[in-house]
């Protein structure tokens, strides 16, 4: 589709929408309107192309925390034609280092704080503020790449997800009208941003939208909870929201009547990334008034099935209809079509070509043209459908983060004191799956497998929501005869006893 037409998606960031938008960071108070914001990234991407020689195609490391620094560099490299690798600002050294290999970077965009996590074979260039003026050139088309995610599999290491302009414009565009985003709405982003809820869900599609951007560095309850009254539309994982509750049952009544106010007044507020407990969307609606919308997607395919905007026609337990330029098919074992349970399969504009310079690992994932999500579902009266877990009981869920239990045990394995390791997501009501790694020592070496200093080790080397929030050591690890770890066992015995 388009394949020679110029990016849609800056069309709109840039020239159609945001008249009178604006983006203020949270925590400093800063604040831009969006047009400046768009002409001093302009001037960016000029200078980009010029001093450093950026192009098409080329991949930049984007490693910068949330705020107005990071929209006009995201904005600067989408000019320019790069792909922007949004890398997470909270990662060790190593894994900085895996993104930039893997990606091919040799420049980075870096916050000064931040520059020396960047390896030394790749420039760093500061987020830049130039004066509007300069512009960019060349043609920057729907088919280039705009926006590579890295995400966990279940196997290897991290694969990067290529997302082009024309992936990034059918999937704001869906979420702009399935969610009537215009420029009356103020959208209050607390996501991280190498993660598509952030990125693309809420941060794009509102900007898209022409709808102003107030956008927390991280996410601190009390802080969202004061800022919501000037909000009307609030994304979220479910991790949020429980940890949102927690803290309304803490306020004193004036707070508590000011935060249900402005909870209530919000006009939409959205769950995904993670499923979403009943309990949980009961006890929002208890506050809020309404269950949130809840929606699902993954950083391959964008977000695919949606509850309705309308909040009496949203199906608890259920994440909803197709979006309309979306097409989902559901394959049971038997490899036929059906209602369920069965593989939930992808098809449509937002669906992503290709993980980058994986072309096995690409093939494996599409069968016909169809994303395989490894996600197991089932369709029920008029079209919704619900999910009923992964295929794979090693990609975990915490926070709404992906993690792959294979790579963060084989980090593990590399600590001289462990022999043996498992890791597990185990249900839990704040992180979904609470990451928990299950240790055999080397023998005389249990000290060393302690949680603390093993936490820390692992600290150095993994993303923070990669770490294991737990580490239980044991004898030995419960095996089938073929050897293969009984992980549903280790689960079993790990989770808390059902109140
Ligand atoms: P990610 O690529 O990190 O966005 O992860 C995508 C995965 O998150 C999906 O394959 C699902 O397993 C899970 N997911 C996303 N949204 C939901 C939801 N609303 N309910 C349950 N699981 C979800």
């Known amino acids: 589709m388009g394949d020679e037409r110029r990016s ?62 990071w929209v006009r560099s995201f904005l600067a490299l989408l000019l320019s034609g790069a792909a922007v690798v949004s890398a997470p600002i909270s990662a060790p050294a190593a894994e900085i280092a895996y993104l930039a290999e893997d990606s091919g970077a040799r420049l980075a ?43 966990s599999g279940t196997t290897g290491k991290p694969k990067g997800a290529v997302l082009t302009h024309a992936n990034l414009a059918a999937q704001t565009a869906a979420l702009r009208e399935a969610w009537a985003l215009s420029p ?84 939409l507020a959205t769950s995904g990334s993670a499923a979403l407990p009943a309990s949980l969307a009961a006890r929002w609606r208890a506050l809020a008034g309404a269950i949130p919308l809840e929606r699902y997607g993954m950083t391959e395919i964008g977000i695919a099935l949606s509850n309705p905007l309308e909040a009496s026609r949203r199906r608890p337990g259920s994440v909803g209809l197709p979006l309309p330029t979306v097409e989902i098919r559901i394959l049971g074992d038997d490899g036929l079509e059906s209602d369920g349970p069965g593989e939930l399969q992808v098809r449509g504009p937002s669906v992503m070509s290709r993980y980058l310079g994986r072309e096995d690992a690409t093939r494996s994932s ?36 992906k993690v792959s239990a ?18 597990v997501g185990v249900p839990d009501d704040t992180w979904g799956d609470r990451v928990i790694a299950v240790v055999v020592p080397r023998p005389g070496r249990a000290s060393e497998c302690a949680e603390e200093p093993l936490r820390a080790w692992a600290k150095a080397r993994l993303s923070p929501y990669k770490v294991p929030k737990q580490v239980v050591v044991v004898e030995a690890l419960p095996r089938n005869a073929m050897g293969k770890v009984l992980k549903s066992e280790l689960i079993r015995a790990l989770k808390p006893p059902t109140r």
């Open 184 to 267: 009356h709405d103020v959208l209050l982003h607390t996501l991280p941003l190498h993660h598509l809820h952030g990125v693309v869900v809420a941060l794009a599609t509102a900007l898209s939208a022409g709808a102003s951007v107030l956008m927390a560095r991280r996410f601190e309850p009390a802080r969202v909870a004061s800022s919501l009254p000037r909000a009307t539309v609030f994304m979220a994982v479910p991790t949020i929201y429980q940890r949102l509750v927690e803290h309304e049952a803490l306020l004193a009544d004036d707070e508590r009547g000011r935060l249900r106010a402005a909870a209530r007044a919000l006009r």
């Open 406 to 423: 294979l790579e963060v045990e084989e980090v593990l394995r590399e600590h001289d004191a462990i022999a043996e390791v498992a890791v």
């Open 8 to 69: 849609g998606l800056l069309t709109g960031l840039l020239g159609l929408a945001g008249e009178a938008a604006w983006i203020e960071e949270l925590e400093t108070g800063a604040r831009q309107p969006l047009s400046q914001l768009a002409a001093e990234a302009q001037a960016f991407a000029a200078e980009l192309q010029r001093a450093h020689g950026v192009g098409t195609a080329e991949r930049v490391l984007l490693l910068v925390p949330p705020g107005l620094d």
């Open 366 to 401: 599409f069968r016909d043209g169809w994303f395989l999500t490894g996600d197991i579902a089932v369709r029920e009266a008029g079209g919704f459908v619900r999910l009923l877990g992964r295929s794979s009981s090693d990609i975990l869920k915490t926070g709404g983060e």
């Open 109 to 151: 965009i870096a916050a000064h704080e931040l520059g020396e996590l960047v390896p030394g074979s790749v420039r760093v260039v500061p987020p830049q503020r130039l004066a509007p003026g300069a512009r960019s050139e060349g043609e920057v088309l729907d088919r280039d790449d705009a926006l590579v995610l890295y995400t």
